[in-house]
Each structure stands twice: as C-alpha cells, then as structure tokens.
C-alpha cells in the first residue's frame, strides 16, 4: 500500500484511509460469515417467553416485525442481516385436547429443520420455559419434557428448562429440586427473572439468571455457533470478553508468526491486516456498528499516526523506547514486538466496546475530546502492560 502523504505523520508507512476501508470491509464479512443459530422456545402462553427472548438476545424481535407463522401454534421471528431465529410456540396450551396436536406441530417443525441437514436450518436448542410458580405446574408438561429429551427420540436437541419470573425464591426451589430430581435428559434448570418484579409497597426484586442460562446454552452449542451466540446474546459480558480473549489471543500468534523473521516497518501491512481482522471480528462478538471516524479515531491513536501524545510521548515511541524494540527504530517489527501492540490493541479495543456495551460511554461521546482522551489513556495503558509482562 502507498503512504498518503496525509499529515498523519504516518509511521507505519500504510495507506489510512484503505486501511479504515479495509477495516468496515472485514466488519461485514465477519459478521456474513456467522452460521444461523435456530432457538425454539416452549411453553405455555403468558409464562414469560417473549420477555424472556427480548432481555436475552440484542434487537427486539418480537417487536421489530420479521414474524411468520410455521404452523398454527409455531411462528418464526427473524430480521435481515441478523443471524438468530427464534421458533416461539405462542398461545402454546398443554391441555388433553390440544397436547397431541402441539406436540405434533414441535416435534415436526424441529424434525424438518433437521432434514435438510444444514447446520444453519437445524434447531441448536429448546428452552422449555416453566413459569417457577409451583401451582401452575403440571405433571402433562413434566411428560413432553421427557418425549422430547428421551434418549431413543431421534431429535437430540438439547433442551434447557427455565423456571420463568422467579420471583418467589420459596416457590422456585422447591419446582428446581423436584425438576432436578426427575433425571430428565435435560441439559440444565435454570431459574431467571427476566425483568425486575414490582410489588405493591415500593419492593423490587432485581432481575436474575439471564447470564446462568447465557452461559447453559454457551455449553450445549456447537463450535462453529459460539460466535453468533456471542454476537446475539446481550446478557452477559462475560461471555463476550471471553470470546474476544480468544480472538486476541489467535491474532497476537498470528502476528509473532508474521513477524518471526524481524519485519521491515515498510511492510507492516500484513500486521495491520491481522489487526483489522482482530478488530473486525471483537465488532462482530458485540454485534455494534461502529462509525467510520470511530474506527479511524482507534486506529490513528492506537497505531500513533496522529501524532498525539500521551503524557508527552506518542504511543509509539512508548514501544521504540524500550530497549529491545531498539530495532523498530531501524525500521524493523521482531515477534515480540508485533505481539504486543496486537495485544494492546485488542484489550483496548475490548475494553472500549465493553464500556459502550455496558452503556458507560456512549459512541457518540467517543468522538468528542474526552472520549479521545480517554481511548488514548486506555490504549496507553495496553502498551505500557505489554512492555512490562514481555520485561522490554
Ligand atoms: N416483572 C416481570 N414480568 C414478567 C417476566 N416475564 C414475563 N412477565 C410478564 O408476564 C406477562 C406475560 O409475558 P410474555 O412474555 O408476554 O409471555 P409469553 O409466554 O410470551 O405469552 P404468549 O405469547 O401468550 O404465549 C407480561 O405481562 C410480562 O410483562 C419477568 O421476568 N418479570
Ligand atoms: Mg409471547
């Protein structure tokens, strides 16, 4: 790639503006590539499924339209350019009339997702939702848990009962250790408030559960379905800096195996793309949109092509400064140093995204001075952790 010329007093000798371009271009790829996951939810209507979907999942399916009837009882809710289907059984009843045929509509819905043998059409997993009141329990649906995880039932979804507005510890136990104590072939009990519960008087109890049946269902998906679960989900930040761990943790081997013969600065355009990549794919675990001049604001300050400084210093000759890093001076990368600033840059980048995901920063905020003031800090931060763990 050609230097622009810009007043970016460009370091690394990279064509920036390609570089952003280059950067939203892997952003979109990453997030074409994510397989479909397909979640049916079961349970009676009013138990607290369409809440539930909308405090676990980013975008608020039931809402935003996207909605097809598959059966009588069974609709699929899903959206362009999102990679979640939901198969909600609504008005769902488990009464002796109708059981037959519900089953019937469950069990043939997930058995044709299953046929066509692709792995974005098939089911991954049912949440068979209970509301954890324990007098609206009924030995009927204790029954179809047990058809539906049988081990002789050709479906092999896993399913995960969620004992629903739990907001009565008393109650929830008691449905919890009797469903534990059935030895159904189910892969969890999980007990969730989906949304704080009001009562008269001013009392509240907070919501809970949603990251315990996060994580249950991290555990019962395939390899190639953690990324879109982790893009989709939006109850628990654990999973995605966990996910992210492992994205950084591969692209900072990826760059010491690009850098292991020492790498002349001129021709850092592989590292840079490695780092694109590794930041394409944190946007796609948080599954957020950011702006062009976000993006250009994180990789001019992070690759210190602003010219700014922190504390006096340029974050780049933070790194040139260290001895042993002395050879980046003469215009060469070793592993290790290509290690570190893929590391810092992916921690900081982690971490920003976190703090938007949390709603502590806005991303709007982090175009103004402050925000870039932070992000420096931040980044500088990464830096300075790096030169201390690898003893520069
Ligand atoms: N506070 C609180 N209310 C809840 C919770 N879950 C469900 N509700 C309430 O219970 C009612 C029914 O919830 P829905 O999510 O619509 O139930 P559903 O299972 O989708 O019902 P159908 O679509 O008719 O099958 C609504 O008024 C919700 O606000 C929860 O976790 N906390
Ligand atoms: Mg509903």
Same mark, same amino acid.
């Not at 390609?18 to 892997?26: L, P």
């Not at 250790?177 to 989906?194: E, F, M, R, W």
């Not at 893929?342 to 982090?366: D, P, V, W």
């Given at each position: 790639?050609?230097?622009? #010329?810009? &007043? ?13 371009? *280059?950067?939203?271009? %892997? ?22 499924? $369409? ?10 399916? =039931?809402?935003? #339209? ?8 069974? &609709? ?9 289907? @939901?198969?909600? $059984? ?12 519900? %089953? %019937? ?24 939702? @209970? ?53 159904? &072939?189910?892969?969890?009990?999980? *007990?969730?408030? =989906? ?23 991290? /555990?019962?998906?395939?390899? *190639? ?40 600065? =001129?021709?850092?355009? @592989? ?17 957020? $949109?950011?702006?062009?001049?976000? @993006? ?7 690759? #210190?092509?602003? #010219? ?6 340029? !974050? +780049?000759?933070?790194?040139?400064? +260290? ?16 290690? =570190? ?19 502590? !920063? ?10 870039? &003031? ?10 300075? /952790? ?7």
């Amino acid at each position: 790639m050609q230097q622009t #010329g810009s &007043n970016y007093g460009n370091f690394w000798n990279i064509d920036f503006l390609g570089t952003i371009s *280059d950067c939203f271009s %892997k952003i979109t790829e990453s997030e074409r590539n994510l397989n479909r996951l397909n979640i049916m939810i079961i349970g009676k209507s009013g138990v607290g499924k $369409s809440t539930l979907v909308n405090n676990l999942f980013r975008n608020d399916l =039931a809402k935003t #339209g996207g909605v097809k009837p598959v059966t009588k009882n069974i &609709n699929r809710y899903s959206l362009p350019n999102y990679p979640l289907t @939901i198969y909600d $059984s609504q008005g769902f009843e488990l009464n002796k009339n109708t059981q037959k045929n519900i %089953k %019937k509509q469950i069990t043939d819905t997930v058995s044709k997702c299953l046929k066509s043998g692709k792995t974005d059409d098939a089911i991954h997993c049912i949440l068979y939702c @209970i509301h954890a009141d324990s007098t609206r329990f009924e030995q009927e649906e204790i029954r179809f848990i047990s058809e539906l995880t049988n081990e002789s039932f050709a479906l092999r979804v896993p399913v995960i009962v969620v004992l629903t507005q739990a907001y009565s510890k008393n109650y929830t136990q008691q449905l919890h250790s009797y469903i534990s104590g059935l030895n159904l &072939n189910i892969a969890a009990v999980v *007990d969730v408030l =989906a949304e704080p519960y009001f009562f008269g008087g001013g009392q509240v109890i907070d919501r809970y559960g949603l990251d315990t049946l996060t994580s249950e269902i991290n /555990k019962t998906l395939n390899h *190639d379905l953690l990324k879109t679960f982790a893009n989709v989900q939006k109850a628990s930040a654990e999973l995605k800096i966990n996910q992210c761990a492992n994205i950084i943790k591969a692209s900072v081997t990826e760059a010491g195996a690009a850098a292991m013969t020492p790498l002349p600065v =001129a021709d850092s355009v @592989i590292l840079i793309g490695i780092e694109t990549k590794m930041l394409a794919e944190i946007t796609t675990v948080f599954g957020t $949109s950011p702006s062009k001049s976000f @993006i250009s604001m994180f990789l001019s300050t992070s690759l #210190g092509t602003t #010219g700014a400084t922190v504390g006096g210093r340029a !974050l +780049v000759s933070a790194l040139k400064l +260290v001895p042993g890093v002395g050879s980046l001076s003469a215009g060469m990368i070793n592993a290790s140093v290509a290690m =570190a600033i893929t590391a810092a840059m992916g921690n900081a980048y982690t971490q920003i995204m976190l703090m938007i995901f949390r709603g502590e !920063l806005s991303a709007e905020e982090m175009e103004t001075q402050s925000g870039m &003031n932070k992000l420096f800090e931040l980044i500088d931060e990464q830096f300075v /952790k790096q030169k201390n763990r690898l003893n520069f």
